[in-house]
């Protein structure tokens, strides 16, 4: 599938259904560190909805952002399969519970990439949270600790995901189609 063509999108999950997993999500996060020092990493691009939704909801006292960058789609909606960390963590985690915030798990290569990078650094913990979890797509095994909700195979966009950049900004989550009509694509 190429940006080209008419995009149907389905909706999938309401920005309501959303907002009540990101919030059940917040409440075991916060049991479970209330006590650490976290550093909450925002996978950019795609998580920074649910990151921003998700850190509201969070009433650790010793909690800073922190932001990292991959890359392994492009403008395409199949990954390349060669995934780059082309921004990494600016805070000291040595004495931290890191806590990443991505959006979606599909293959597993980008959190196997930014889990085997982060391995090499002493810090105190990880947990890993996915908006959504595409496991049947999975390539590489990746400890999601957790998921707000599974996902069939598909493309998905909205609320931060994105194909070739559109559709972050939807508040709701999407399935996306495209429909060839004929030779002619109107978008
Ligand atoms: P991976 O295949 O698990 O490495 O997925 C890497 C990244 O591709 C995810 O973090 C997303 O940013 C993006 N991605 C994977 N599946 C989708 C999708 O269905 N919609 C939008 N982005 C996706
Ligand atoms: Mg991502």
Not at 27 to 33: A, M, R, T, V, Y
């Amino acid at each position: 599938m190429t940006a080209k063509g008419r995009d149907e999108l389905t909706l999938c999950f309401s920005p309501e259904e959303i907002e009540a997993r990101v919030s059940i999500l917040a409440q075991e996060l916060n049991s479970k560190l209330a006590n650490e020092r976290v550093v909450a990493v925002c996978v950019l691009r795609g998580a920074v909805l649910f990151f921003a939704d998700l850190v509201r909801k969070l009433s650790i006292p010793n909690l800073v952002f922190d932001f990292c960058t991959l890359s392994s789609y492009g403008d395409k909606d199949v990954s390349s399969g060669e995934v780059s960390v082309r921004t990494w963590l600016s805070q000291d985690i040595s004495d931290a519970h890191v806590l990443i915030v991505e959006d979606i798990v599909d293959t597993g290569r980008s959190m196997q990439t930014f889990l085997a990078r982060l391995a090499l650094c002493p810090q105190k913990g990880i947990t890993l949270c996915a908006l959504l979890d595409k496991s049947e797509s999975r390539v590489c095994a990746v400890p999601i600790d957790y998921a707000c909700f599974q996902v069939k195979a598909g493309f998905y966009v909205g609320y931060g995901l994105d194909f070739a950049q559109r559709y972050r900004h939807l508040p709701g989550i999407y399935t996306l189609h495209q429909n060839w009509v004929a030779g002619l694509f109107f978008s």
